[in-house]
């Protein structure tokens, strides 16, 4: 079992920059390919970016350039760093840890671009 927690949401204006944490609990943390994913109101969740238990990242084309998904396995924690952040980046962003069949889920934190 896998307990997730996001941390680092909140409402920034457009253009800004805010870096989301995802704590991992267990000591298997870097076994886990982790992600990001993010819904917004009225539409389906989607996959932001995700990285793999080796440290390859791969973003969305929407967010390419614009955010960094990064993983520290000594500190059980993933990273998504989001800059220039606009509008349509507004989301509940959720955590995702997935190993074979098991994938575990965070509660979600709220980020919101307005000015």
């Known amino acids: 079992q896998v307990q997730l927690v996001e941390s680092g949401g909140g409402l920034v204006q457009p253009g800004g920059s805010l870096r989301l944490s995802c704590a991992a609990s267990g000591n298997i943390f870097s076994t886990y390919y982790m992600g990001w994913y993010r819904q917004a109101p009225g539409k389906q969740r989607e996959l932001v970016a995700f990285i793999t238990s080796g440290g390859i990242a791969n973003t969305v084309d929407s967010v390419k350039d614009r955010f960094i998904i990064s993983r520290d396995n000594a500190q059980n924690t993933v990273y998504l760093q989001m800059n220039s952040l606009k509008p349509e980046d507004t989301a509940v962003y959720y955590c995702?840890?997935?190993?074979?069949?098991?994938?575990?889920w965070g509660q979600g934190t709220q980020v919101t671009v307005s000015s």
């Open positions: 995702n840890a997935r190993r074979s069949s098991y994938i575990y």
